[in-house]
């Protein structure tokens, strides 16, 4: 009998039901990332995760991908944050599935696969044919990041930015990806005139007062609100993305 082969991994994630619903509408095959759902689980696919070995190696570049993950998934439709839901599968190519769970002692559990088929019937009584795919935003970021280390940082930070560290943070990195480094670093980003530089200099100078318990930095006369700072920040990445897809 041929032994069976791997044929590629995925990882369960787990989060509210309208961020679950989210990802699903977002991350379609056969565009990569994409999800899947198995015996009531949503899992997490990609190729990236495909090409590893075990599945500690799973789980660990899992849960990098799904900080990414959320940090598009917010920039893109606010969508809350899901979580590795502590299971990671092995498909197989006798169509079975070979679950490993994290806790402090993990077992391996053999599943039987199935399938359902599903058809949309028209008003015809035929069968309507599917639309064409397309990738989703989520998806071409995601693939953008996954080959520069400062976005992927950018999307992480933002999809955490709730408060001051995580939005300053990624101010921060888009200064260091698109301004250089050095002194003049945040200057050459200002001068590429994404947003108003009164603007981000604010959001910066108020992240600063904010985040040092100390008071280190002077108050703003006017601090910035955090929600502008939200906003201003998802414009910044969003901006950041569409110039580095055009500039690969």
């Known amino acids: 009998m041929t032994k069976a082969l791997c044929i590629g991994w995925g990882a369960a994630v787990q989060g509210k039901d309208k961020d679950m619903a989210a990802w699903e509408a977002a991350l379609k095959k056969p565009f990569d990332p994409w999800v899947e759902n198995h ?44 979580r590795f839901a502590g299971g990671v599968t092995q498909f197989m190519s006798d169509g079975k599935r070979h ?62 930015a709730t408060e001051w560290f995580d939005i300053y943070k990624t101010l921060e990195t888009l200064i260091l990806r698109f301004g250089g480094q050095g002194k003049k670093a945040e200057e050459a980003f200002l001068s590429l005139g994404w947003a108003l530089k009164p603007r981000i200099k604010l959001l910066k100078q108020t992240a600063n007062w904010v985040r040092h318990a100390k008071r280190k930095y002077r108050r703003p006369s006017k601090p910035m609100e955090l929600s502008e700072a939200r ?13 580095a897809a055009r500039k690969p």
């Not at 899992?43 to 495909?50: A, N, Q």
């Open 39 to 82: 015996d009531s689980q949503t899992i997490l696919r990609s190729k990236t995760l495909d090409a590893l070995l075990t599945a500690t190696e799973v789980r660990d570049r899992a849960a990098a991908l799904i900080g990414r993950i959320n940090g598009a998934m917010a920039l893109s439709c606010h969508a809350g944050s899901l």
């Open 99 to 160: 679950r490993t769970i994290f806790t402090e002692m993990f077992d391996e559990l053999d599943v039987i696969d199935t399938i359902a088929a599903v058809s949309v019937i028209g008003p015809d009584g035929k069968p309507v044919p599917p639309a064409p795919a397309q990738e989703s935003d989520v998806q071409a970021w995601v693939s953008l990041a996954d080959t520069d280390d400062l976005l992927d940082d950018a999307l992480v930070y933002f999809g955490t």
């Open 231 to 243: 906003q201003l920040i998802d414009q910044l990445l969003r901006r950041a993305l569409l110039e």
